[in-house]
């Protein structure tokens, strides 16, 4: 095929998720002049992960959720990871503020609403770790208007369904940042992609699946078929990003790139009940997080969010766990069979064999019935009726395997960019917090993959006034957090009580 020049790009983005979309939106603020084209394999962007009804929608901040804060075998809670996903997410808040600022995206009432955020424990053991929780996170300054009670007028005053019909000698607790939010991530997505596709040299192309990778000179060789026409094409491209959500693990397979060798996938798929009966939805305003049962991986933590999407409030609980081999919710059952390779069927096996909890716990979610999946919920909300509940199937996670010295391999909970030395091709694989973060992730990836122009005046003084402060420093400076988040929170008008 002949290249013509509309056949050849500074930049391919494989995926019209919110990694994809952030990353060329930040990418053509720094660089105006560079060519751009987004393939999305759906008829539209955001109808994946980024989908409002396919993830939490939590504004991940550290606030409510117990997995960030580990106990150790002293019994001194580890607060590090809190802290350090608290500073990306104000990242994410002030990307948001600065696009919502200079008019690229509009109000922001349409994807971000403060919701409270709560941590709800029962028992003796649990109240003893949300307390001890409490105090390690309020010493630092970006949990100082965290509340903590054992008190339950006052848990029913912050979060009216969880009391009535409880046992009232089960010992309770509970934390509250009132500062939390809600985000819906696919209209975030949608308005990021509407507005590189005003700008010139940038385009979304969707019904586009990407069949092969090939290393072309200093660049790549996508190939591309539209998936209605049938019809093929080339692009050339000096950089390629695999942000393809579950898609992402056999794109980077198809790169042959040795830092994608090893890596493995495994698919976890997520329901939720829902209830829109709006007597009950105008009963609860928070997300409320609760501990994994024993044994369970973090991904299993139950919660019971208010969710605001399209403006209209629904109440969301779960998730549940399901398991299928297909890496995107609209997948093929032979995704999972077709990413094995021999060199990550030794890790693959290796977390098999160390996983046996979680193979039991999937295969124990799986068989549930409606009745049990209505139990788990009563633990949080007594008085639930089946009748204001239904199920809804969430989006597929696809979580890491990598290669691992002392086990073989490791099932890894979170995300992990993956990049080639030269800088050239970058995928980005696993799930939460993902989406929270997406700015910090791309922020590293720019870093990493444009080491040159990153350094470069005009780069630095464009990441200077978009970010008027990083996370490092967010996490370090008390004043210049305060500051920053004050000035994101008005733009974001999370600083007047949603409707």
């Not at 919701?115 to 010493?139: D, I, T």
Request: glycine residues 8%.
């Amino acid at each position: 095929m002949a290249h013509n020049d509309s056949q050849s790009v500074d930049v391919v983005l494989v995926g019209a998720g919110i990694m994809s979309a952030t990353l060329g939106v930040l990418l053509k603020e720094l660089n105006p002049g560079i060519t751009l084209e987004v393939v999305e394999l759906r008829e539209s962007g955001a109808v994946e992960s980024s989908n409002p009804w396919n993830n939490a929608g939590t504004g991940h901040a550290a606030l409510c959720e117990l997995n960030y804060t580990p106990e150790g075998a002293d019994g001194s809670i580890d607060i590090k990871k809190s802290v350090s996903i608290n500073a990306q997410f104000e990242e994410s808040k002030q990307f948001w503020a600065y696009l919502i600022e200079k008019g690229a995206i509009n109000s922001p009432k349409s994807f971000i609403n403060p919701v409270p955020h709560m941590s709800f424990v029962r028992g003796n053991s649990g109240a003893a770790f949300l307390k001890k929780r409490f105090e390690a996170l309020r010493q630092h300054h970006a949990f100082k208007s965290m509340e903590y009670t054992e008190d339950r007028a006052t848990i029913a005053e912050w979060a009216p369904l969880l009391i009535p019909g409880r046992d009232t000698s089960e010992p309770l607790a509970m934390t509250r940042v009132q500062a939390g939010t809600d985000v819906n991530f696919g209209a975030v997505t949608q308005q990021m992609l509407d507005y590189l596709v005003t700008q010139p040299n940038a385009k979304v192309t969707c019904n586009q699946k990407v069949t092969d990778l090939k290393r072309d000179g200093q660049g790549w060789l996508v190939s591309i078929k539209d998936t209605r026409s049938g019809a093929t094409r080339q692009l050339k491209s000096k950089f390629v990003f695999l942000g393809a959500g579950g898609g992402a693990l056999p794109l980077l397979q198809l790169s042959g790139i040795p830092e994608g060798k090893g890596f493995g996938g495994f698919p976890v798929s997520g329901q939720w009940l829902r209830c829109d009966n709006p007597e009950v939805v105008a009963k609860h305003q928070a997300k409320v997080y609760s501990q994994a049962a024993v044994g369970s991986p973090p991904m299993s933590v139950p919660h019971l969010d208010t969710r605001v999407v399209d403006g209209k409030k629904s109440l969301l609980f779960g998730p549940y766990a399901g398991f299928t081999t297909k890496f995107l919710k609209h997948g093929s059952f032979l995704d999972l069979p077709l990413s094995v390779r021999p060199n990550n069927l030794g890790p693959m096996l290796a977390v098999a064999r160390d996983n046996m909890d979680l193979t039991r716990y999937l295969i124990k979610e799986v068989m549930q019935s409606e009745a049990q999946r209505l139990e788990t919920l009563r633990g949080f909300y007594p008085e639930a009726k089946a009748e204001d509940w239904r199920l809804e199937v969430a989006g597929q996670r696809v979580q890491i395997i990598k290669k691992d010295a002392k086990n073989g391999g490791i099932l890894q909970f979170g995300t992990e960019l993956v990049a080639a030395q030269d800088g050239t091709i970058a995928a980005l694989l696993g799930a939460s917090p993902g989406a929270s973060v997406t700015v910090s992730i791309m922020l590293d990836l720019v870093r990493r993959c444009f080491p040159e122009q990153a350094k470069s005046e005009e780069w630095r003084s464009k990441l200077d006034e978009i970010f008027p402060a990083m996370a490092d420093v967010l996490s370090k400076d008390a004043e210049r957090y305060r500051e920053v988040q004050a000035q994101s929170n008005q733009r974001l008008q999370l600083d007047t009580p949603s409707a």
